[in-house]
Structures are given as C-alpha cells and as structure tokens.
C-alpha cells in the first residue's frame, strides 16, 4: 500500500554529481532513475525539482557580481540538469516533461501549472527547472511552491546527510538525529534544513517534508512504502 500518491521529490546539484564534487556523476543519476521506475510502476505520481549546485553556487560562485546575474547563472545550471535527468528517465521509457520558469522553448516547455497538473495525472514524470524565475530565492523555495501547486502530499528532500540534526553531525559527535520534527522547531532553532521561506511556505500549506540520504536511492521507495526513514517534518 503507498503511504503517498504524488509527491515531489527535491533533488540538490550536490546529489547529482555525487563523489566527484562537480558536474553529474552518471552512476548516481541513473541509481536515482532506477529508483524513481520503481515508484512509477507502482503507481506513484511524481514531479521534481532539481538544484544547480553542481555546476554554480549562484551569489557564492559570483561573489563580484551583482545578486541578479549570479541567481540567473544557477538557474541555467538547473536546466542542464533538468535535461540529463530527463535523458535518463526517457531512456528508461519513462515519458518526461521538462518544464522551467525561465522560458527556453527549444529544449523545454514553459512552466504551467495546469500543464504541470495534467502531465503529473497521465503518469508523466515533470522536472522543474529555473527556480522559481526570480532571483533571490533558492530552489528549496521552489519546491515548496511547486508542491503547493500541484497538490503533492509529501517533499521528498534528499540530502547528503540521513535526516536533521540538532546540529552539523560533520562537525558536531553529540547531534542528536530527529525521527520527527515540527516546522516551528525547525525555525526556532534554526536549522536551516531548508531555506526559511520554503521552510514556512511548507508550514503554512501543510505539506509534510521527508528527509532522507540520497547516498542510499532505494530510501525514495522505501519512503513510498511507509518505512520511517530519515526525519519527518510535519
């Protein structure tokens, strides 16, 4: 039995280049396909959205540009990842749709909402690209909103690390892991597990965040299995 029907699933740059630091790392991307079959085989609606991180860091890559131009850098970046994961989805024979919020019509469709909707409903995997279009918001932003308008139940947030600590367990031995936690708590402690406006933009439509470790891509089916894995933000 699924324990969701649709979901969004937000992929960072960082995950789609793996071991390598930079760029897409092809064996993560295509373990992260495989998985996301599974999910379709068995009945999931699922839509993504994909960060540039790999390629450009926006302001922290641009650090002598103005805000804007270093923001619409990292947009394009997650457009060519938009077009590698819809590469390996299609080679899958997975019908995808890659849609951005900066128009680019020879290589993807403008985002619509309806559109959006409409593919989600007959099956289509839909990748989110560009952001939201503006700059000064993040791609985690972007995944609330999307998730939002298209009615998904759950973000499934895949990170490098397996769930939220109370503080960076890199550099921190005591973090304690959280198995649930509330989006007030998240901000109140400010853990910065998301940015904070995509953290109450969640909040405030009541969309459960999942966060998991994307080193292990069999979590997503698991995750849709209704196994507890990683933290649950409700």
Not at 210 to 224: D, T, W, Y
Request: aromatic share 6%; proline share 3%.
């Amino acid at each position: 039995m699924l324990a969701y029907k649709r979901v969004l699933l937000k992929l960072s740059g960082e995950a789609m280049s793996g071991e390598l630091g930079h760029g897409i790392d092809p064996d993560v991307v295509n373990n992260i396909c495989d998985q996301i079959k599974i999910a379709l085989e068995m009945g999931v609606q699922m839509s993504i959205v994909v960060g540039g991180g790999n390629f450009w860091r926006g302001a922290r890559n641009g650090h002598q540009m103005i805000r804007t131009t270093a923001d619409y850098m990292g947009m394009l970046a997650t457009a060519m990842n938009g077009l590698a994961l819809q590469d390996a989805l299609e080679a899958r024979d997975i019908h995808t749709r890659l849609q951005t919020a900066i128009e680019m019509r020879q290589i993807a469709e403008p985002y619509i909402k309806r559109k959006a909707a409409k593919h989600l409903s007959k099956g289509r995997v839909v990748i989110f690209a560009c952001g939201t279009g503006n700059p000064f918001f993040s791609t985690d932003t972007a995944a609330a909103l999307r998730a939002a308008e298209t009615d998904s139940e759950v973000i499934l947030l895949a990170k490098t690390i397996d769930g939220i600590y109370s503080a960076d367990p890199k550099t921190d031995p005591t973090a304690k892991k959280y198995d649930e936690i509330s989006y007030m708590d998240i901000l109140n402690q400010d853990l910065r597990i998301m940015d904070t406006t995509a953290t109450a933009l969640c909040r405030d439509n009541k969309i459960p965040l999942q966060v998991f470790a994307i080193s292990q891509p069999e979590n997503i089916v698991k995750i849709l299995q209704g196994e507890k894995i990683g933290t649950i933000v409700k």
